[in-house]
């Protein structure tokens, strides 16, 4: 018991000396993870609203891989990843492995399924006379595709938490292609798996207590927006 | 009022997506201005040209002790390059060098890394220090080991008792050298339901050993660095087969195009200097009262090896 106040209290210490480099590492754990969900969002509507609004042979099979993708395991991600962008693989001429590029490759992967599915589910979802309304209004493509993405915003902003939330979280991709290099590509998680290993459980503590507290304020930005919008 | 919370959310978005966008180009920008800087450094080995970064494949113990932390920014200082310190065990790290996925190489299990020298692949290859492994384990002792002078004694002892003996299980060096030791006992520890892998690195196995109460061999250096948080105690010591070597070498830049070869050469430089060797010395002594390990750059390995 006594090792979780110890972290509780030097979580506190840490937060507040600024040492252990803890901020930056944070912001670059939001960095990495924010852009990998926004590159994401923009795959995930343009392949969601693919294959939510058209009928085509193998709709079926898209929608099944699509959510199989969802439960990719970071670490099969970050094994293939790594091997395609090591030295020796084939885009190693690149030189982005042991990268923060690297990084939100993998976790685009990771992330870009879950933002697909809720995307392609919340599209399904909307009234299915909606589309034919707005083409009878006159609407291009391009407005329909904006207006029926304006009518799922919502549903859009629980796709972006849960991938934000799926790219934060996991550590087997960002060990692997980010080699967990301190003030490089050392993130939340690979930090807590480094103090652990090192022994060292209260800054562990303190670094899970601060990713946990940065989940929270993220989606409590994006659930008050999201209730503001409802109650309108 | 809520438009512009949209409009503000999606700006946010589209910035983190321009940001990488900037960030993969900002990269290169980076290591062209920065290429002065190492060149006004009075080093010999400053980057004039090529590649910035030098991605150093090593062992886990030389991070778990502490060492890297402290050794990374001189060496990323003196010579203007980017070092990648990639921590995995003995046997990874020699992977990666086969591979050409490394520059350098900080490792600990001579009879593995002779045959990439004989091969052409290591280069360079430098005594760098030592200290010792030793086998740890719970004050209570069920196997009655402690103060024993040979490995393979403890081991055959450990065995017959049937107490717990976590093996790192992941190719490491120390893993290496705990199979050499069973082997010396001419024992097969493998299937025991007493004998468990836990396949991670020597802090974490060490934790783990620390939680079942049970006994691991350990390098000297992680043992000491992690001795606050563990109830684990040194039984056996000074067997001449715990010696534990540790090399610097490069990984030939002939073999395969995208080594860093001077980066490489600067590194292996770096780790066999007397600033750096001073420093091997001093690391730990404030803390443990005796250093984590002995640096032996310029003597000849079979000098120091303990008969």
């Known amino acids: 018991m006594d090792l979780i106040w110890d972290g509780i209290r030097e979580a506190f210490r840490i937060m507040a000396s600024g040492d252990y480099s803890v901020w930056e590492i944070a912001v670059r754990s939001i960095f990495v993870s924010g852009s990998a969900t926004a590159i994401s969002l923009l795959l995930g509507i343009m392949v969601g609203s693919l294959i939510a609004f058209n009928q085509f042979p193998g709709r079926n099979l898209a929608f099944s891989l699509v959510n199989t993708g969802m439960g990719l395991p970071p670490v099969v991600v970050g094994l293939i990843i790594a091997i395609i962008l090591w030295r020796s693989g084939p885009l190693g001429d690149l030189r982005l492995i042991y990268t923060p590029t690297a990084m939100v490759i993998a976790q685009t992967v990771i992330a870009a399924p879950i933002v697909t599915g809720f995307t392609a589910a919340a599209l399904r979802n909307l009234h299915p006379k909606l589309r034919s309304q707005l083409y009878g209004l006159g609407a291009s493509r391009l407005q329909m595709l904006w207006l029926v993405l304006w009518e799922a915003k919502l549903p859009l902003l629980a796709a972006v938490m849960a991938g934000f939330g799926g790219a934060i979280s996991e550590i087997g991709a960002s060990q692997m292609v980010g080699g967990n290099l301190a003030g490089d590509t050392r993130v939340m998680t690979t930090a807590v798996m480094l103090e652990v290993s090192r022994g060292e459980f209260a800054p562990a503590i303190a670094l899970s207590l601060i990713l946990l507290a940065l989940i929270f304020i993220v989606n409590l930005i994006l659930t008050t927006v999201q209730q503001q919008e409802r109650r309108s | ?307």
């Open chain 2, 1 to 307: 009022m809520r438009r512009w919370i949209w409009t503000g959310l999606l700006g946010v978005l589209a910035a983190l997506a321009m940001l990488v966008a900037v960030g993969c180009g900002g990269g290169e920008e980076e290591t062209a201005t920065q290429t002065p800087q190492g060149e006004a450094t009075p080093t010999p080995t400053a980057v004039v040209h090529g590649p910035k970064d030098v991605i150093l494949a090593t062992t886990t113990s030389t991070q778990d002790s502490g060492l890297l932390d402290v050794l990374e920014p001189l060496f990323e200082d003196q010579t203007g390059y980017n070092l990648k310190i990639i921590a995995v065990g003995t046997g990874a790290a020699l992977a990666m060098g086969e591979r050409g996925d490394a520059d350098a190489l900080l490792v600990h299990a001579p009879s593995s890394e002779l045959p990439l020298v004989e091969s052409g692949v290591a280069i360079n290859r430098q005594l760098v220090m030592h200290n010792d492994f030793i086998i740890v384990g719970s004050e209570d002792d069920p196997a009655d080991i402690e103060g024993m002078t040979s490995a393979a004694d403890a081991f055959t002892t450990i065995y017959e008792s049937g107490a717990t003996f976590i093996s790192r299980g992941d190719d490491s060096g120390t893993n290496k050298k705990e199979i050499e030791i069973w082997q010396d006992a001419g024992l097969d520890p493998a299937g025991q339901s007493w004998y468990e892998q836990s396949g991670q690195g020597m802090g974490a196995t060490l934790q783990i050993a620390n939680q079942k109460d049970a006994y691991t061999l350990t390098d000297r250096g992680t043992y000491l660095a992690q001795s606050e948080n563990l109830d684990l105690v040194v039984l056996v010591e000074g067997d001449p087969v715990l010696f534990n070597v540790y090399h610097v070498m490069q990984v030939n830049p002939d073999k395969f195009d995208m080594v860093n070869g001077p980066g490489g050469a600067a590194f292996v430089d770096f780790m066999v200097s007397d600033a750096t060797q001073d420093i091997i010395r001093e690391f730990g002594v404030d803390k443990f009262g005796q250093p984590l390990f002995i640096p032996d750059a310029g003597k000849d390995e079979a000098e120091i090896t303990p008969q």
